[in-house]
């Protein structure tokens, strides 16, 4: 197992390595001059030229590249070119929230998902089978912006049992989370219902049937046991992808999460906050996998690392 974590973790300096020189290159490309939208259109060259040495633009690329690592290193991100304030602060600032909804919208695709999949692989083949698919597939194909304002309308507006929008009270991620999990719990529906279709065709579970094993306890204890093994996987990279910021949930109801703050600094090509927020969404994708190929072998003896 160390040398497992030795070995993961060699993997994750190299994946963040990757991440910095593939989004410092990206960011540069932008057609925009981070100099000229800080000093404004009316700003002379002069003045344009001023801000792009005090930023540090105007040296080579490799060069700011070595600088910026360098900083990264030592835990500082750089500073806000249109916030004037520390990338590290800004980042702090939002994870508080990123992480109660990636943590509620979790639950949620789970709720909803493993529930639904369950049933679906055992009534294979009938009506309910059918509608348990169908429901999961408009879950997945249904745009998140249409689905958050669905619910708002219905649920804020016409039937005034949660907030229209904002951070504050535990009613107001209701709703962003509900919008997060619909989409997801398709996905985990869909996951589940494979595995547990692929389980219930295994021998030892004819066998527990065949002594007459009550059914739940089959179902609970040697088929769905056996199945959650791709469910983890996809919670280990929605932890990641939730941890990144979820852009248009949280656009919709005004979520002050990393997605929208990294959304806003594209906008303004802030790029300090660009490269934060992405090596800090690349950071939790990468501990994510990690946490879900820990748990791996709690849940199946027969998967050993060396």
């Given at each position: 197992m160390i040398r497992y974590l030795g070995q993961r973790l060699l993997q994750a300096v190299g994946v963040m390595l990757g991440v910095t020189i593939v989004t410092f290159l990206l960011v540069f490309l932008l057609p925009a001059d981070p100099a000229r939208m800080i000093a404004g259109r009316s700003a002379t060259a002069a003045t344009v030229a001023s801000i792009r040495t005090e930023l540090g633009l105007d040296r080579p690329l490799p060069q700011q590249y070595v600088s910026?690592?360098?900083g990264l290193l030592s835990g500082n991100m750089g500073r806000s070119y249109a916030q004037k304030a520390e990338v590290t602060r800004l980042i702090r600032a939002r994870l508080g929230p990123t992480m109660q909804l990636a943590l509620a919208g979790i639950l949620f695709e789970l709720l909803i998902g493993l529930?639904?999949?369950?049933?679906?692989?055992?009534?294979?083949?009938?009506?309910?089978?059918?509608?348990?698919?169908?429901?999961?597939?408009?879950?997945?194909?249904?745009?998140q912006f249409v689905v958050g304002l669905?619910?708002?309308?219905?649920?804020?507006?016409?039937?005034?049992?949660?907030?229209?929008?904002?951070?504050?009270?535990?009613?107001?991620?209701?709703?962003?989370a509900v919008t997060v999990g619909l989409a997801g719990g398709g996905w985990y529906a869909r996951v589940t219902r494979s595995a547990m279709i692929d389980v219930l065709r295994q021998?030892?579970?004819?066998?527990?049937?065949?002594?007459?094993?009550f059914p739940t306890k089959v179902v609970l204890k040697h088929v769905l046991k056996n199945a959650v093994l791709p469910v983890v996987?996809?919670?280990?990279?929605?932890?990641?992808v939730f941890m990144g910021g979820i852009v248009i949930v949280e656009s919709v109801f005004g979520w002050?999460?990393?997605?929208?703050?990294?959304?806003q600094a594209i906008q303004l090509v802030d790029i300090p906050v660009i490269m934060g927020g992405v090596i800090v969404t690349a950071l939790f994708v990468v501990v994510g996998n990690l946490l879900a190929d820990l748990v791996y072998p709690a849940l199946d003896p027969r998967i050993r690392y060396s």
């Open positions: 910026y690592v360098t529930p639904a999949g369950v049933v679906a692989a055992l009534r294979r083949g009938t009506g309910v089978d059918q509608a348990v698919m169908a429901l999961a597939f408009v879950g997945v194909s249904a745009p669905l619910l708002i309308y219905f649920l804020s507006y016409l039937v005034p049992l949660f907030p229209l929008g904002g951070y504050g009270t535990p009613l107001h991620i209701v709703l962003p021998d030892y579970v004819r066998t527990a049937r065949a002594k007459g094993v996987a996809l919670v280990g990279l929605d932890i990641g002050p999460g990393i997605g929208q703050m990294i959304w």
